[in-house]
T-cell receptor
Framework: AQSVTQPDIHITVSEGASLELRCNYSYGATPYLFWYVQSPGQGLQLLLKYFSGDTLVQGIKGFEAEFKRSQSSFNLRKPSVHWSDAAEYFCAVGEGGTASKLTFGTGTRLQVTL | DGGITQSPKYLFRKEGQNVTLSCEQNLNHDAMYWYRQDPGQGLRLIYYSQIVNDFQKGDIAEGYSVSREKKESFPLTVTSAQKNPTAFYLC????????????FGDGTRLSIL
């Protein structure tokens, strides 16, 4: 069965600093990978997705993620964090088949200090 | 604008009571999903439906029921058999293609009186 691990429960960074959120997955075939962001009391918003091709994918709000098959990782990065980036971030892996069924990690809560 | 509407935003349940959470989408998506979110546990799949009049259990279906009579609607009933229903419930939808992302509603927070 597929699984997703986000090893950092909580991360604090200063505004303007760089950010990297870790995500490791377990899946037998080529995975479909996603990063979502959730503000308190809200639903999830898609930041970016990887299906195939270029292993460095660009998303919204200045985020990017790099797929590394050898490390089974899909880490999310941002060169300069803004205070509005404070939220919870979820990595997810998609299951093959006819429906877009996803398995989510437990999330990383990002706090931004001014 | 196309999207997913969940209602109500807040819901309270008494002991022994069934409650129904509404989820409506106008994205013309075939597949719809219900997740439960608890602090520190991420999202766990309750039920999903790939097509009208068909649905499958997810990882934590016990104490919940769903119906899919219309493409646009996928209501979730939290029954009295669910002993710990306090959580944030999220509805999502997607196309049936496996490489497509899910789109989420803004959630319903259910609490016990």
């Amino acid at each position: 069965a597929q699984s997703v691990t986000q090893p950092d429960i909580h991360i604090t960074v200063s505004e303007g600093a760089s950010l990297e959120l870790r995500c490791n997955y377990s899946y037998g075939a080529t995975p479909y990978l996603f990063w979502y962001v959730q503000s308190p009391g809200q639903g999830l918003q898609l930041l970016l997705k990887y299906f195939s091709g270029d292993t460095l994918v660009q998303g919204i709000k200045g985020f990017e993620a790099e797929f590394k098959r050898s490390q089974s990782s899909f880490n999310l990065r941002k060169p300069s964090v803004h205070w509005s980036d404070a939220a919870e971030y979820f990595c997810a892996v998609g299951e093959g088949g006819t429906a877009s069924k996803l398995t989510f990690g437990t999330g990383t809560r990002l706090q931004v200090t001014l | 604008d196309g999207g997913i509407t969940q209602s109500p935003k807040y819901l309270f349940r008494k002991e022994g009571q069934n409650v129904t959470l509404s989820c409506e989408q106008n994205l013309n998506h075939d597949a719809m999903y219900w997740y439960r979110q608890d602090p520190g546990q991420g999202l766990r799949l309750i039920y999903y439906s790939q097509i009208v009049n068909d649905f499958q259990k997810g990882d934590i279906a016990e104490g919940y029921s769903v119906s899919r009579e219309k493409k646009e609607s996928f209501p979730l009933t939290v029954t009295s058999a669910q002993k710990n229903p306090t959580a944030f419930y999220l509805c999502a939808s997607s196309t049936q293609r496996s490489n497509q992302p899910q789109h989420f509603g803004d959630g319903t927070r259910l609490s016990i009186l």
